[in-house]
């Protein structure tokens, strides 16, 4: 009985923490270049968490609707950082923020082939392009955060660079997702640290 409530509250626990989101923007507006001189960042303030109050919310990754271009072929990368204060004015995507020192705190890259994949190889028309972190990232309602956008294509190279749609005007939108499921292998894991555990306590 003991082993079987654990694993329930396993699967039920997830669910239980505030809202998860992606990062999205309005893209509402005309494309703007991504290459390795045209990163991109967007803001995550503590106004946009707390969708239960008193709970954290969790970043799972980013919905861009985007494409590449005609000869694409590096990486794109989209990385999770705490910003330092104070906050520069944004002005738009390409204004910095500065980070908190240290390396990011989350990280999702696509190949060329994967970002192509997620649209059946038709990656030269726009569409939406979700980044999806290893794991959802729990983020303090009393820090502000930003994600970056950023690839080492060559710079101003149209045909080689990717392009995504800008929000007119800049305005994030964070879109709700449902918590996501623990994989099968999460529950065998558990089961067998439950069980490795029940026969220490019955040892005793």
Do not use: W
């Amino acid at each position: 009985m003991r082993l079987a409530a654990a694993m329930f509250a396993l699967a039920t626990s997830i669910a239980a923490h505030g809202g998860y989101f992606r990062v999205s923007t309005g893209q509402s507006s005309a494309q703007v270049q991504l290459d390795v001189a045209h990163s991109h960042y967007y803001l995550i303030t503590p106004l946009d968490m707390n969708s239960i109050p008193g709970s954290p919310d969790f970043i799972l990754g980013g919905a861009f609707v985007m494409k590449a271009g005609s000869q694409s072929s590096q990486d794109i990368t989209m990385d999770l950082f705490e910003a330092a204060i104070p906050l520069p004015p944004i002005t738009g995507s390409e204004t910095v923020i500065p980070a908190v020192p240290g390396p990011p705190l989350a990280t999702a890259t696509f190949t060329h082939a994967q970002f192509c994949a997620q649209v059946a190889g038709n990656c030269q028309s726009f569409a939406e392009h979700r980044f999806d972190f290893l794991v959802p990232q729990m983020l303090d309602p009393f820090k502000n955060y930003f994600v970056r956008l950023s690839s080492p294509l060559p710079a101003n190279a149209q045909n080689e660079a990717y392009f995504i749609k800008e929000p007119n005007p800049y305005v994030l939108t964070f879109t709700d997702e449902p918590a996501p499921v623990p994989e099968p292998s999460t529950f065998a894991l558990a089961a067998l640290g439950l069980a490795a555990a029940l026969r220490f306590a019955r040892r005793r």
